[in-house]
């Protein structure tokens, strides 16, 4: 959902960011549950085509900026990739400046209420978020 929220609202102001996309307890090669895409599609967010993968060190490397969901996903990936700590953040972290506990819960297997709240989230952290990368 992150991706595809980041890279429409890029899009819609002219910015060049890239966006990828990948998990620290994937279901890799599995698309988008169905109620994510009906979730985004209500905001207006038609995602292509995904298939969700495992993060790793080469995509680290590559990276500017990491945003994790949750404080743990930050403190495993910290753990795992030590020498890259410096840009891995949470996303409510770097969106708002402020270093807390907020996180983005994962709605898999929940309600579509569930989903419609972490779209909202995200929209709100991910606008946030680009305003600080101008």
């Known amino acids: 959902m992150a991706e595809a929220i980041f890279n429409a609202l890029t899009e819609d102001r002219g910015l060049s960011f890239q ?14 549950a169905s109620n994510t895409v009906a979730a985004l599609e209500e905001v ?9 993968r495992q993060v790793d060190e080469a995509m680290l490397i590559e990276s500017d900026l990491v945003l994790a ?33 907020e996180m983005i819960s994962d709605p898999y297997g929940h309600a579509m209420s ?16 680009l305003d600080n990368l101008k």
Request: proline share 6%; hydrophobic share 35%.
């Open 44 to 52: 207006g967010i038609y995602p292509e085509d995904h298939c969700a």
């Open 69 to 101: 969901m949750s404080p743990q996903h930050v403190a495993a990936l910290r753990r795992n990739y030590e020498n890259l700590a410096y840009k891995i953040y949470t996303l409510p972290e770097y969106a708002t400046g402020i270093s807390n506990d």
């Open 114 to 129: 569930a989903y419609r709240t972490c779209v909202r989230q995200l929209l709100e952290y991910v606008e946030l978020t």
């Open 19 to 32: 966006t990828m996309s990948a998990g620290t307890a994937a279901l890799v090669g599995h698309p988008m």
